[in-house]
């Protein structure tokens, strides 16, 4: 692979320095070409600058010239026309000069009539008055005899009339004195009926009473019942839950210790898989041996069974010692027959290259010596601190004794504490070899020594029977394990069905505690309300007994009282009898007086109107004089204006003229330099047309010069970072220079389709190496840290859907109950409206009916009626009374079903008429013998149902006062309130 890839990299080199080079030529001729084309451009841009600048002055001075030209010919046609208003001002001013003249020859000649006049009217004026003063006087006294016979007679009428209003006021205090007798046995007798009423709803409070207390004491056993029920439920609940609660904690803890043994499980394994690999693949012995075992070249009975050091155990102190003393010992392949290690070797000297030492098993050796060892010839003076190697190995498989004759080193090797001692039994032993504890060996006069190899064969085989038999420990604890969490989770299954059971249990039971205790408290609320009737029927009896005591004393009082009246009125009638007979002579004076009076006043008035009409035109004829000089004074001042305004018109209407000669000429010379400017300004514009049109080629040019530029650039970094990135896989992967590879001759160069076809094949041994992946030396700390996570997310979903469930099961109970509720609540609501409908309408049909039976959750509600009359129709078909009606009837209906002790009605009879009035009253009057109705009306049948009336007056501007009246009470009571 590093040599294709050594192929690879010196084409490519190759090939993307040609494409580097081509890339430069290219880029150096577009830059060139570039240069020129924006030197071209940018003097095409300064002579366009200039030519657009000159356009731009000559458009301006145009401008200016044309304004100038406006406004001179703006201002000869003002001066134009303010000569010809001038011209027709003075016109008009000779005209209205001589009408003036006219009118103030005429003025004068009336002036004098008018004076003449004034001097006739003032004469006739001072005769009128004179005559006026004598009439005065005989009216004055004419006068004066008329008052004194009307003053006669206005005395003995105001007399008459004082008599009429005390017989009046007799009359009306004998009727009020009959009416407040009617009034209070009227009053006697609905009170009979009120106390006879009071006393029948007194009996039925009494009865309801009795009948509710029965009920009474059973609800309450109910209710107790339910809920003591309900808190030993609640208490096993609690029970269950603790129980239900601990087993979880104690399968959550076995399942996180199972986890935890799975975990160390998996961990063994690995580390026996490794183990094993290892040792299997002889990973530790020499690349001839391994390649030997790895090659597969000796099968069936040939094959090895192993090398030396699987047959031997060693101490675990001793185990890097013995392993280091015999490296090359422990490599030995063991064979069961000679044939075995003939193959053997014939396979390392032609298919696998190296050297090994075969061992024949004693069993099939065929030798001719005995592998009994003679301990006496290899005894070693030793103390307690020397150890025969021979008794820190135990051999395996057959080998018994026997191994000491095939390996001398281990009958003649011993392990001394410490290296001087082992220095000096060499040299005492020369044939006996001495092991230290840190690892050097002594022989004779030679030393073995060095770093000690981390893990050697031995120390592996020890560490794969530790870990075997710490997995079968770990299997039994696992197992035991896994029995004991099924065993809780079963207990938890258990325990909650149980729990669930008596959850169901207690949600019943605080259901019919609920239904129990709602039922005794609307009980409880009844009795109160009744027993609150029943003491209002006996304060109104009460009330009712002293009231119509104290009617009783007012008739006696008012019967009394009647006929001391009626003596008066007779008195009074006899008066004024005998003085109607005077009254009659008195009037016939008066008028005669009356009529000498208005003769007098007659004549003066005719005489005071001559001379208000004397003095009326004196006056006129004093104004009009006024009048006429003062319009003769301005009629002259109007003629001396005219002429000033006139010689003013005539001295402008010469400046003007001057004036508009000089702008004619102003103007000529200023449309002759607009015919210049115009003329240079359309041959610059022909000249910044045909420059605009270069410039645009030349720029397109540019901009295409541009983008083969940055095309040949990116192309050009394309090819540096291809060049760097093969660099460094140069030195990544090689190990090795660019340069030091591209100097390399003997390095054959392809191209075109047989490079990417060696790229391509590179590419797949790539991916294919990449795909195998690295080992992942935190496998199982990750697979803890998301075992642990999941153990936790699936705790957090179980918990998650039995809160759900729980939800739902209680959504389901409450959609139930208030199913249940709703569809009682329709029914009487129902029934109570359409018999309130009947009332109200004195017949008819009403009634409410669901949109959708099946779903009635979700359903609407139509409401039908049909007044006596009519057919069944919906509501919105009806007329405004009688959708009042029907809104009325609905109301009543729900209030009926829940009834409250007070209720507000605010102006439901305003479009009734009298006898839908008449049938709500009666309604209200039923209803509040249970409820106390406020009612807020401008209609005086409902106010007359009303046992007492509060309304708000006026008596002071601006200050407000509540009065309050209660009907059918005693008069002193009465105007007290109304006080």
Known sequence: MRAKLRVLLVSKFAQLDAEASLLSRQLTEIGEAMHAQAEAVQQMEGEHGERTQRGYAIERESQENREQLNRLSLEIDRAAARRHTNDERCSELDARAAAAQAEAANTEAQLARLQQELETNRATLESASVDVAHAQQESQARQQEASAAAASLLEVERQQEQRRDAILNAVSATSAVRNRITQAEERIAALDREAQRLHDETSAAILQLETFGGQQGQLGLEFETASQRVLALAAQIGETRQQLDEKRAAETTGKRHLDSLRGEYASAMGKRSSLEAVITEHGYTTESVRKLFTSGAMKEGLAPVGVLADFLEVEDRYEHVVDDFLRDELNYIVVKSWDAADEGLRLLRSDVDGRATFLVHPEDSQAKFSFLFDESTHQVAHGESVVPLKHCIRVLNGFGKSLEVILPKLGNGYIVPDASAGRDLALNN??????????????????????????????????????????????????????????????????????????????????????????????????????????????????????????????????????????????????????????????????????????????????????????????????????????????????????????????????????????????????????????????????????????????????????????????????????????????????????????????????????????????????????????????????????????????????????????????????????????????????????????????????????????????????????????????????????????????????????????????????????????????????????????????????????????????????????????????????????
């Open 430 to 979: 020369p044939d006996a070899f001495f092991l230290s504890k840190s690892g050097e060996c002594f022989h004779n006069v030679t030393v073995t020594g060095g770093k000690q190899r981390s893990q050697g064969p031995l120390s592996m085989k020890r560490e794969l029977r530790e870990v075997l038999q710490q997995m079968g420990e770990m299997e039994r604890a696992m197992v035991a394990e896994e029995m004991r969490v099924a065993a809780l989770g079963r207990e938890i299954f258990d325990l909650t069905g149980l729990l669930h059971r008596l959850e169901d249990d207690q949600r019943e039971g605080e259901r019919q505690a609920m239904t129990s205790g709602h039922t005794l408290r609307q009980l409880e609320t009844e009795m109160v309300r009744v027993r609150e009737r029943l003491s209002t029927y006996e304060r109104e009896l009460a009330r009712v007994g002293e009231e119509r005591d104290q009617q009783q004393t007012l008739i006696a009082e008012q019967s009394s009282e009647l006929s001391a009246q009626e003596e008066q009125q007779r008195q009074l009638e006899m008066e004024m009898q005998a003085a109607h007979s005077s009254l009659e002579g008195l009037r016939l004076r008066r008028d005669e007086a009356a009529q000498l009076a208005s003769e007098v006043r007659a004549q003066l008035a005719t005489l005071e109107e001559r001379r208000r009409g004397a003095v009326t035109t004196v006056q006129r004829v004093e104004a009009m004089v006024s009048e006429i000089s003062a319009q003769l004074a301005k009629l002259k001042a109007q003629l001396e204006s005219a002429a000033a305004e006139k010689q003013q018109r005539e001295a402008e209407n010469v400046l003007l003229a001057e004036q508009v000669v000089g702008w004619t000429a102003e103007r000529e010379l200023a449309h002759t330099r607009d015919r210049e400017l115009q003329a240079e300004l359309q041959t610059v514009r022909v000249r910044i047309v045909e420059l605009e049109e270069a410039l645009k080629a030349a720029r397109e040019a540019l901009d295409a010069a541009r983008d083969r530029r940055g095309e040949l650039s990116a192309a050009q970094a394309r090819v540096q970072s291809d060049v760097q990135h093969m660099s460094e896989t140069c030195v990544q992967e090689l190990s090795q220079q660019p340069q030091e590879l591209m100097a390399d001759d003997s390095l054959p160069r392809i191209a075109a389709e047989a490079l990417a076809g060696e790229e391509e094949a590179y590419r797949e041994m790539r991916t294919r190496l990449d795909n195998m992946g690295p080992v992942n030396m935190m496998a199982l700390e990750e697979y803890k840290e998301i075992a642990q996570r999941h153990e936790f997310l699936e705790t957090q979903r179980l918990d998650l859907l039995q809160a759900i469930e729980n939800t739902q099961n209680t959504i389901k109970e409450i959609d139930t109950i208030s199913r249940q509720k709703f569809e009682e609540a329709f029914k009487i609501i129902n029934e109570n409206f359409s018999r309130t409908f009947s009332k109200l309408f004195g017949g008819g049909q009403g009634f409410m009916r669901l949109t959708d039976i099946e779903n009635s959750a979700e359903s609407g509600i139509d409401v039908v009626a049909s007044p006596p009359g009519k057919k069944l129709q919906n509501v919105l078909l009806l007329s405004g009374g009688e959708k009042a009606l029907t809104a009325l009837a609905l109301l009543v209906g729900i209030f009926q079903y829940q009834p409250s002790p007070f209720c507000i009605l605010d102006e439901v009879d305003a479009p009734l008429d009298e006898a839908n009035i008449g049938r709500f009253t009666e309604l209200i009057r039923e209803m509040s013998l249970q409820t106390q109705f406020i009612i807020i009306t401008h209609s005086k049948r409902t106010m007359g149902m009303a046992p007492v009336l509060y309304g708000v007056t006026m008596q002071e501007p601006g200050v407000s006062k509540l009065v309050s009246v209660r009907f059918h009470e005693e008069p002193a009571r009465l105007t007290a309130a109304t006080a």
